[in-house]
Each structure stands twice: as structure tokens, then as C-alpha cells.
């Protein structure tokens, strides 16, 4: 070893090359020093609750200050032994006797110590004086009653918090008596309910999900949590619209919970977030707003020809305008009126009507495809505006899933129920063509339909139409069940191609002929593979364009593929593609006609329920 005995290593803890005295070895002045700053820092950055915020509340503040700061200086003391003997004599122990003690009542049992010999009785450090007190004296009764003794060396139980690890309390100060977070506590009550208590608002904890230890919260303290829990995220500070200040433009439902968990504690910050989400969505993407004036105002008209006299109505309101705090009447109203239910179905139409066919399911799933197909109209002609739009509308692809499951899975029942209406009475037209050429034959073809294929039928004019007639053909099979409209062609000047035998029996037995229609051609000519295997009836050719006054009223943009359809949009696509062929495929045997009957029965009452297939005859399409 080439290093003399003399040369100092520089890890070595006695003394450093420069000379200067490691951080352990510091004089205790400077030690106590750097804890001052430390304490300046800690006391700067840390938090505490707003119920101490108040004014008048400042005496309070320091005690609790006192509290959460000497846990800090603790830590800084047990970092080495020579810093924690330096640190028992900071001033802040002192400075905290003084304020926990202010009257000195503890003083005679910690300042002297016996000492066997020495003349002069010495001090225990302040340190020790305040880990004395502290030790047998109710945190609570001490925060809140600064300047008196009370609660000193009274302690009697330990109690864990979650912003002050653990507490000792007296005998009065059981868990349920004072704010596990501030550590309010309840105004001594009587058998009155005085405004005092109502003021601090102490009552017992329901929302353990975000407070799961503590007994009791105060209103000071529920409703700094709600605010500061809505802050947090972007999209909640807009669903509250920047906090407490903007009450009045919050939805009633709302300020209902906040109401209830701030001032009863009532229900979960979960809960008012899950409902604020909610009602946000609801407001920014539907017309909500709306439907709900609208429910108010025959609210108002119901309550005026009842006789109803609203107590609180003021001279200068409007006469019998609702109190917007009167929860109980516009849950009423809302409920009454349907209000949610008719802005969602509003909201699921236009999104169909769009052409985004996609299921509120798969957007809550995150299954949105990257690319949304577009969507033509299948009777550009009828629309009032022609607008050089791509559908669907930026607006309508920009909408975000549902903020919270509960709405995801309203909405998606919604939608499913918009869907069906919009598109059952397409394909119910799509299945009445086909069975222009008898039903053994239609059984067939409905058979081999892909779903692309049926979703090229809707792209078609015809499908749209009230009342589809039948064409003018002259087939040796007529079939009874479709109505001969006579009116049919007189009112229309034939285009050429609907006397074209695309539903004669020879087209189904052959491979299909192109098209004779050439503006058919020019729209979706290429989607139809040249190579069809499959004998099929020919269901692309144009029958004729509909009168106007014979189109359906709500005809959709109809998406240009289904091949990136996700789950949920095809299963709903499917479902209604049942319904429409389920009829078709019936068995006639008298159990399932009584089925059947009680069906047609139920479907006015639940006309979501599409599930038409007797158990004994599974559903025959063909996946
Ligand atoms: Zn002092
Ligand atoms: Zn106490
Ligand atoms: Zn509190
Ligand atoms: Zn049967």
C-alpha cells in the first residue's frame, strides 16, 4: 500500500481533507439552525385542513401546526445521535409547550429532575417536557380549546388519523365526536340541536372509499374534499365548471348530492363525481337542457291547473316559475317527463341518422375502429340541404365515450332500441323483396346473404320506401302476400331498367347479371365481386326511385362497409337483421303461431326485446 498512515481517506468520518466537520459532527447551534429552516420549509409547504383557516381560528392553527410540525422535526432528530440531542433543545419545543400548555399547568412535573448530589435542580429538555405532555394529553381537546388547560394529561385512548398517524383523546372525545380529518370537534351538545353544531356539521363518515378510517367528517372538511377530488382532473374541473362559484349553472341533480354529502353526509365523493361526470356529458353532447325546459314548463302548467301554489314563489320571479333548489319537484319533473331517456334516444337517433352505427358499448370499450367508414345517403335527392359534407359530421365522430358505465350502458340500450327502429322497417322492405319470388325461394336467399350484403340493400333507394311495391314484372309465381299498388305506375315515368327481370325466377338460378342500371354502376359497381359462386337474387338494381311522399321519414346515411365494425355495433346491426327475417323462417305448427301471437302481443310493451326464436327451432341464418 502505497498511502501513508497520515493521509486522510476523504470517506473518513473523523475529519475531511478540507478540514471542514462532517454534517454529524456539527456544533448543535448549527444543527439547531438548519432545523430551523427546516421547520420554516415544512410548515410553508404543508397542509392543513380549511376548517382552521378561518380568522377566528387561529389559535387553533398554531396548536394544530404544532402537531403536524414537531412529527417532522422528530424525523430530522432521529437521523443521527449527536443531531438529536442537539435538536431536543431547538426553541420550537418550548415554543410548543408553550402553546399546548399555555397555562403551565404540567410545568411542576417536567422541569425539575431529581439529581442525586448537585446543587441546583436541572431541566429535562424541552423536548422531553413536550414528549410528556403530548403523552398523556387529548389531541382534540387541545386543538380546540387553545389558551385553557383542558384535556391535559387526560388522555385515554390512541386513535389512528389519517393526517396525523397516531392521536391520543380523553374519554369525551370518542371517534364520532370530532373530525377524523381536522380534528373538529362537536360543540358540546345538549338535547337541543343549536346552530353551533349544525354550523360544524360533524357527522359520521359514509364515503370509507375515500376516508376509510375515520369515524366522523365535518362540513368544513366534506366540502374542501369535494372540490379539491373535482379539481384534479381536466374533464371534472369542466364538469363543474371551475367550483363552488358557478353553483348556480351546476345541473340540479348535481347540486342535489353535493347538497346532501356537505351538509348531511350523504353518499361518496364516488358518487357526486360519477353523477357530475354524468350529467356533464349529458349537457355537452345532448339536448338535455331542452328537454328539460320543456318538462319544467308542463311541470309549471300541471302545477297551475292543479291548484298548486308555490309557497316560495317570490312576487318579481315569474309567476309560478320552480325554485331551481326545489329538488323535489324537478326530480319529478325530470322524472315525469322522461327527460334523460328522451335526450338520449334524440342523441342516439342523430347518430344514426349520421351514419356512425357504432354502439356506445364498443366506444365505452375502447373498440372504436381507427378508421370510421363513411356513409352515403341512399336517397341524396329527398334530402331538404344538400350539404358537400362527409358523413358522419366531424361533430358526431368527436363525441367521447361515456364518462361513466352506468350512462355507457343506458346509452347502448338506447342506441340498440334507436337502431331497430330506424332499420327494421328497411330490411323488413329488404325481406318483402325477397320474397316477391315465393318463400322456399326466399329461404334460400336469405340463407346465403352475407351482411354486407344486406347493408348494400339499405344503400339502395327502394329499401326506404313506406310501402314497397312490387314491380311490374310479369312472374309466373305471384305471391298473394304483397300488395299490387295500381296506383304505382301511373304516378312514376318508368326508368328503363325496372322492367328488366332482375326478380324473375332465372336470375336466381343463374349467376346474376351485372346491374342494368348504369347510375347504379357508377355508385358502388365495384363493390359487387364480378365472382359470385353463390345463385342469389339480384337486390342491388333500383326499382325505381320511391315518390317522395312514399319514403320513410327517418332514412339514415348509410355506412359505406361493415368490415371494421366492431362487436357491439354488429351484434346490434345483426339483431334488428334477425327480427326483420325471423318471420320468414317461422314455424307454422300451431305452438309456435300461439308463440308467435303472444309475441306480436309484447312487442308494443318491449319493443327492445328482439328475441323472436322459439327455443325448440334455433335461428337458422347463417353465420
Ligand atoms: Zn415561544
Ligand atoms: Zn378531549
Ligand atoms: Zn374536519
Ligand atoms: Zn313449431
Redesign the pocket.
Known amino acids: 500500500m502505497l498511502s501513508t498512515p497520515n493521509s486522510p481517506l476523504p470517506s473518513n468520518k473523523g475529519k475531511s481533507s478540507t478540514g471542514v466537520k462532517p454534517w454529524s459532527q456539527l456544533p448543535p447551534e448549527i444543527i439547531r439552525l438548519i432545523a430551523t429552516y427546516y421547520i420554516l420549509d415544512v410548515s410553508n409547504s404543508a397542509y392543513y385542513p380549511s376548517t382552521w383557516e378561518l380568522r377566528e381560528h387561529w389559535p387553533h392553527r398554531i396548536v394544530y401546526s404544532i402537531f403536524r410540525d414537531a412529527f417532522a422535526l422528530e424525523k430530522l432528530m432521529t437521523m443521527c445521535p449527536s443531531w438529536g440531542s442537539a435538536l431536543e433543545w431547538h426553541h420550537f419545543w418550548s415554543h410548543a409547550c408553550c402553546a399546548i400548555d399555555p397555562l403551565d399547568t404540567l410545568a411542576q412535573h417536567t422541569v425539575t429532575q431529581h439529581n442525586n448530589n448537585t446543587s441546583s435542580p436541572q431541566r429535562v429538555s424541552p423536548y422531553h417536557q413536550f414528549r410528556l405532555i403530548t403523552q398523556c394529553s387529548c389531541y382534540v381537546c387541545r386543538i380546540n380549546n387553545p389558551g385553557s388547560n383542558v384535556g391535559l394529561a387526560l388522555a385515554k385512548r390512541a386513535v389512528a388519523v389519517p393526517l396525523m398517524g397516531t392521536i391520543l383523546t380523553c374519554r369525551e372525545h370518542r371517534k364520532n365526536t370530532y373530525c377524523g380529518l381536522c380534528l373538529r370537534e362537536t360543540p358540546p351538545r345538549c338535547d337541543l340541536f343549536t346552530p353551533e353544531v349544525a354550523a360544524v356539521g360533524c357527522i359520521e363518515n359514509e364515503d370509507l372509499e375515500t376516508w376509510p378510517a375515520v369515524a366522523a367528517t365535518c362540513r368544513s372538511c366534506r366540502s374542501e374534499w369535494l372540490w379539491r377530488r373535482m379539481n384534479v382532473a381536466a374533464p371534472d374541473r369542466g364538469t363543474v365548471s371551475g367550483g363552488s362559484s358557478y353553483w348556480s349553472s351546476l345541473d340540479w341533480e348535481v347540486r342535489q348530492s353535493i347538497d346532501a354529502f356537505v351538509e348531511a353526509g350523504e353518499g361518496t365523493l364516488g358518487e357526486i363525481l360519477q353523477v357530475a361526470r354524468e350529467k356533464h356529458w349529458l349537457n355537452r353532447y345532448t339536448r338535455v337542457r331542452m328537454h328539460m325546459e320543456h318538462a319544467l314548463a308542463q311541470q309549471r302548467l300541471d302545477m297551475h291547473s292543479n291548484g298548486y301554489v308555490y309557497e316560495n314563489a317570490d312576487e318579481d320571479t315569474t309567476a309560478g316559475e320552480i325554485d331551481p333548489d326545489d329538488y323535489e319537484t324537478l326530480a319529478m319533473a325530470e322524472e315525469l317527463h322522461s327527460v334523460r331517456d328522451m335526450a338520449q334516444s334524440d342523441w342516439a337517433r342523430t347518430r344514426i341518422l349520421d351514419g356512425l352505427w357504432l354502439s356506445p358499448a364498443d366506444d365505452w370499450y375502447g373498440y372504436r375502429p381507427r378508421h370510421t367508414p363513411s356513409a352515403e345517403h341512399p336517397v341524396p335527392w329527398a334530402l331538404s340541404t344538400s350539404d358537400a359534407q362527409v358523413h358522419p359530421v366531424p361533430a358526431t365522430l368527436r363525441v367521447p365515450p361515456a364518462p361513466t358505465y352506468h350512462l355507457a350502458d343506458q346509452l347502448y340500450r338506447v342506441f340498440e332500441r334507436q337502431l331497430r327502429k330506424i332499420l327494421l322497417p328497411a330490411m323488413q322492405n329488404i325481406i318483402k323483396r325477397i320474397m316477391f319470388q315465393g318463400r322456399a325461394e326466399a329461404m334460400k336467399t336469405v340463407a346465403t346473404m352475407e351482411l354486407e350484403d344486406v347493408l348494400r340493400a339499405l344503400q339502395q333507394a327502394w329499401a326506404w320506401s313506406k310501402d314497397l311495391r312490387r314491380p311490374p314484372v310479369h312472374e309466373n309465381d305471384p305471391d298473394p302476400g304483397t300488395p299490387l299498388d295500381d296506383a304505382y305506375s301511373s304516378s312514376k315515368s318508368e326508368a328503363s331498367h325496372t322492367t328488366s327481370p332482375v326478380l324473375s325466377t332465372a336470375t336466381l338460378q343463374t349467376t346474376p347479371s351485372p346491374p342494368p342500371s348504369e347510375d347504379k354502376r357508377e355508385k358502388d359497381g365495384d363493390a359487387e365481386s364480378p365472382s359470385e359462386e353463390v345463385p342469389r337474387m339480384n337486390l342491388f338494381t333500383e326499382l325505381g326511385p320511391p315518390e317522395p311522399s312514399n319514403l320513410l321519414r327517418d332514412i339514415p346515411y348509410v355506412p359505406t362497409s361493415l368490415q371494421e365494425m366492431p362487436s357491439f355495433s354488429l351484434k346490434a346491426f345483426i339483431e334488428v337483421w334477425r327480427e326483420s327475417y325471423a318471420p320468414l323462417f317461422?314455424?307454422?305448427?300451431?305452438?309456435?303461431?300461439r308463440?308467435m301471437l303472444h309475441r306480436d302481443v309484447g312487442d308494443t310493451v318491449r319493443p327492445n326485446d328482439t328475441n323472436y326464436v322459439?327455443p325448440?327451432?334455433p335461428a337458422s341464418y347463417p353465420q
Open positions: 317461422a314455424c307454422s305448427c300451431k305452438i309456435c303461431e308463440a322459439v325448440s327451432h
